[in-house]
């Protein structure tokens, strides 16, 4: 069974720093790209981030470019979302997703198994 959990969400000032990760199991996760989206209420899921399963390649939602920052260790079987001088805007829920192959996808149908998400608010 894949499992896709999530981690280090929660209240920071605008301005600030998180580091999300994203735990995975049941999977070979390095076969696989790995993404990030994120949901505010009343709103579709909007793409954040894209990692190649090897980590070669990335792909950003325009409004995190050259703020955020998706890596990866696929040793640890774990992703991560390095989000730098956050806005009031990008509070929402963050959930980590697996793509069907290996490259880095920006719709949400290309993406096999997600997890719960984690919490980020951003206060001004």
């Known amino acids: 069974q894949v499992q896709l959990v999530e981690s280090g969400g929660g209240l920071v000032q605008a301005g600030g720093s998180l580091r999300l990760s994203c735990a995975a199991s049941?999977?070979?996760?390095?076969?696989?790209?790995l993404g990030w989206f994120r949901q505010t209420p009343g709103e579709d899921r909007e793409f954040v981030a894209a990692?190649?399963?090897?980590?070669?390649?990335?792909n950003y939602g325009d409004s995190v470019k050259g703020r955020f920052t998706i890596s990866r260790d696929n040793a640890k079987n774990t992703g991560y979302l390095q989000m730098n001088s956050l806005k009031p805007e990008d509070t929402a829920i963050y959930y980590c997703?697996?793509?069907?192959?290996?490259?880095?996808?920006?719709?949400?149908?290309?993406?096999?198994?997600w997890g719960r998400g984690t919490q980020v608010t951003v206060s001004s």
């Open positions: 990692i190649s399963s090897g980590g070669d390649r990335t």
């Open positions: 997703a697996a793509a069907y192959f290996g490259g880095t996808p920006i719709v949400e149908l290309a993406y096999r198994s």
């Open positions: 049941g999977l070979i996760f390095s076969n696989y790209g």
